[in-house]
């Protein structure tokens, strides 16, 4: 559970303070909607935050925690070429399927409008996006964690703003989440009201 449920929230936490803070112009836009709401979060405001939950599905794309997960073959099949009989173990890996050009516009670039309405990149194939995995044993804690991360993010966007320290090193581990090799620091201030 510790891994599970924590390792894996925490590590897209930082993933998305890290992306709200090298794209300010996305942080002004969720800025913006969090300004509509007045009082203290609730349920029902968490209900209508739609540009929240797409920063949160581009950051799950690009930075998803878990790096892969195993299926077992019950049924043999053919993929690009090889034949994969049943009784095999395969290993599907959430950052290749979230790079696929022919699912994701320009897969490099983080752009939360891929998952507007008007162009929902991972609606057009099955299993696009797989940062929570997929199918009868998808992620058991999937609306938990989607429901901590916005509260943690709408609160920090509400209340606070960061910029990235200096000379650090961004580049990621895996193990055992993704995360900047040496943490990420940033510089926290309280926003005036
Ligand atoms: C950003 C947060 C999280 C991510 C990215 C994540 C990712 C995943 C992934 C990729 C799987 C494997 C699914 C599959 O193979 O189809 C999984 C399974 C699981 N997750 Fe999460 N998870 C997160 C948060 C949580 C939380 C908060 C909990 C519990 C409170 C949790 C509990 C579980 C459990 C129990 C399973 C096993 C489900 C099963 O095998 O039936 N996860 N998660």
């Known amino acids: 559970m510790l891994f599970a449920g924590h390792e894996t929230t925490t590590s897209m936490l930082i993933s998305t303070i890290m992306c709200l803070a090298q794209y300010p112009d996305v942080l002004a836009i ?27 599905k581009e950051v799950e794309r690009l930075y998803p925690p878990v790096a892969g997960g195993f299926r077992g073959v019950v049924k043999p099949f053919e993929f690009q070429g090889y034949q994969v009989p049943a009784g095999w173990k395969v290993l599907y890996q959430m950052k290749a399927a979230h790079q696929d ?82 943490g990420l620091k940033v510089k926290l201030s309280r926003r005036v009201a």
């Open 101 to 182: 050009s022919d699912i994701y516009n320009n897969p490099d670039q983080f752009d939360p409008d891929r998952f507007s309405p008007e162009r929902n990149e991972n609606k057009q194939v099955d299993f696009s996006l797989v940062g929570f995995g997929g199918g009868q044993r998808i992620c058991l804690g999937l609306a938990f964690a989607q429901l901590e991360m916005k509260i943690v993010m709408a609160q920090l966007i509400r209340h606070f703003d960061w910029t990235l320290s200096p000379d650090q090193d961004l580049s990621m581990d895996r193990i055992p989440s993704l995360h900047p090799r040496s």
């Open 30 to 56: 969720a800025r913006s909607e969090q300004a509509q709401f007045s009082g203290d979060l609730d349920f029902e405001q968490m209900r209508q935050m739609p540009y929240l939950s797409q920063i949160l």
